[in-house]
């Protein structure tokens, strides 16, 4: 069984959910994923792993595969296979996927396919023999014949709606001339072997590399069904968050961002982050540092997102029987969530804030704080500001003479005094009235007060909105500018 399936499977599932329920199959415009209607499903998904030793999607020993896909991040208990999946037990490799997969797709959950290695096991390295067309275990006429044979076998199965033809291309073989030659092959296989799935096609440099693009678009038969994805973690740039200013660190690699892949979503073409996370311990500096730039980075640019990963252990990893992974959604034996902090945190970046299908109103702005997950909301009777829930933010407009005033009314936001809770006054003029965007990471909005000096917005203890120093300003890499990060991002959504 082994041998015949040896080179048919070890993919990684991406689970994925939309705010409403999308009218499959999915399809792209412009920069967009779009339904069958029209209307903009933004994938807000978490990677599945099934490509280690033991193929098989992880947990299933720890629970039903009806529940996990129910629940998709949420509870429930106790070991074995036996116990929670004995039908399983007796399939064959392909046929166990196949049934993973058909209880996903009954509880309306989207499933993305990921080619993620030849050779089954923990991915990835550059010299793991699987980073790269011709690399051991990589044969790319083999390649092409499973993505065929897997894009087939899903034929009649409309939730899976899309394939990632290879995970994570790496190595000393990398090149840009076989990137072309066998991704439009690959692209063209799968296609044509099922015309319904969107095509997902990786970077070079374990997927943070798409620049090659920007000369030459990739050339094929079809349309309307090609997403870039690209990887983007804490550890992907090492300590520097940790080491760094901040502010600094965040523009910088945000820039880089741009440069390496975000241009593609101004040439009119879907970005999926179809990796990113942290340790969901809480305890990893580096990755919590991250994560808050992250966020501002991806509610901005309103991306499609693949969070690494659901499962809290593997069978096997590395040698490790039952390994922890301490960036799972679920803790070791899938009991529980390991963070529901965190998770809540993501969960803002579900919302689709413009988009196809969102734009009913004219545009606005809402102001985004990314180390909450929340957006600044108006408490009309008091007139405050305080956090909440995006989908109860302020609607503002931010104009050229850089104020800020909420729509369909006169108030505007005015910093008054230092320390002091940002106000809302009927006119606005003078000092603090203007904000800006200032810092290198360019999220501290900041005003000059009557006297000179600069506050910057920032949150207290009960998440109000205040001016206080702005801080991180210098190049301190001990500071952490967090609690003063705010986005302002455009929105088109109904209210
Ligand atoms: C993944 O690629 C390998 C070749 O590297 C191929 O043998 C296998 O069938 C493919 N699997 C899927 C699920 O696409
Ligand atoms: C969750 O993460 C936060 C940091 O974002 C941390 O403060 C908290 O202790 C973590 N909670 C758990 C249960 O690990």
């Known amino acids: 069984m082994v041998s015949l399936f040896y080179f048919f499977l070890f993919p990684l599932l991406a689970l994925c959910t939309t705010t409403s329920a999308a009218a499959l199959p999915l399809s792209t415009e412009s920069r967009w994923i779009v339904d069958e209607s029209g209307h903009r499903a933004k994938l807000a998904c978490v990677n599945w792993p099934s490509h280690l030793e033991v193929m098989v999607a992880e947990g299933l020993s720890k629970k039903p595969a009806e529940q996990i896909s129910r629940n998709l991040g949420l509870f429930e208990a106790i070991g074995g296979l036996q116990i929670n999946n004995p039908s399983i037990i ?83 073989r990398q090149n840009v001339d076989d990137w072309y030659r066998y991704m439009q092959k690959g692209a063209e296989a799968v296609h044509a072997a099922n015309p319904n ?30 997403v870039f994805e690209l990887h983007w973690n804490g550890f992907s740039d090492e300590e520097a968050w940790e ?9 910088e690699l945000v820039g880089e961002m741009a440069r390496k892949a975000g241009f593609l979503l101004d040439q009119g073409y879907p970005l999926f ?24 980075w ?21 040698g490790v029987v039952g390994f922890d992974e301490t960036y799972g959604v679920y803790n070791w034996d899938g009991s529980g969530v390991r ?3 965190i998770l809540h945190k993501i969960s803002a970046l579900q919302y689709p804030f413009k988009g196809p299908g969102y734009s009913e109103v004219g545009l606005y702005q809402v102001i985004f704080h990314p180390m909450t997950g929340l957006c600044v909301k108006r408490l009309s009777l008091v007139e405050r500001l305080v956090l909440g829930p995006c989908s109860e933010a302020a609607a503002w407009t931010y104009d050229r003479r850089k104020t800020l005033t909420i729509i369909g009314s006169y108030f505007c936001l005015q910093a008054d005094k230092l320390g002091q809770p940002a106000e809302l006054w009927i006119v606005c003029s003078g000092a603090g009235s203007k904000w800006e965007a200032i810092s290198d990471s360019k999220m501290h909005l900041s005003s000059k007060l009557k006297d000179g000096s600069d506050v910057c917005l920032d949150i207290d203890s009960d998440n109000n909105v205040v001016t206080n120093h702005c801080k991180c300003l210098d190049r301190n890499s001990k500071c952490d500018p967090g609690s003063q990060w705010f986005k302002i991002i455009d929105s088109t959504r109904r209210e």
């Open 90 to 172: 007796d399939l064959s490799l392909i046929n166990a996927y196949k049934a993973v997969v058909g209880s996903l797709a009954k509880k309306n959950v989207m499933i993305i396919l990921d080619n993620h290695t030849s050779k089954p096991g923990w991915c990835c390295s550059s010299f793991d023999g699987n980073g790269f067309f011709g690399d051991a275990y990589f044969n790319p006429n083999l390649w092409i014949k499973g993505l065929t044979q897997v894009a087939t076998v899903f034929n009649d199965t409309p939730s899976v709606v899309a394939m990632s033809l290879r995970n994570e291309l790496r190595g000393s």
């Open 197 to 226: 799935f969107i095509v997902i096609l990786s970077g070079l440099n374990y997927d943070r590399d798409l620049s090659f693009l920007l000369k030459k678009p990739v050339g094929l038969s079809f349309s309307n069904k090609l």
């Open 243 to 251: 080491n760094g200013n901040l502010n600094r660190v965040c523009g």
């Open 339 to 341: 963070n529901q902090t």
């Open 298 to 318: 991806a509610a901005e640019l309103d991306l499609d997102w693949s969070l690494w990963v659901l499962t809290g252990s593997y069978y096997l990893r590395q």
């Open 273 to 296: 982050l179809s990796e990113f996370g942290v340790d969901m311990r809480g305890t990893n500096v580096n990755d919590n540092r991250y994560l808050n730039c992250f966020m501002g």
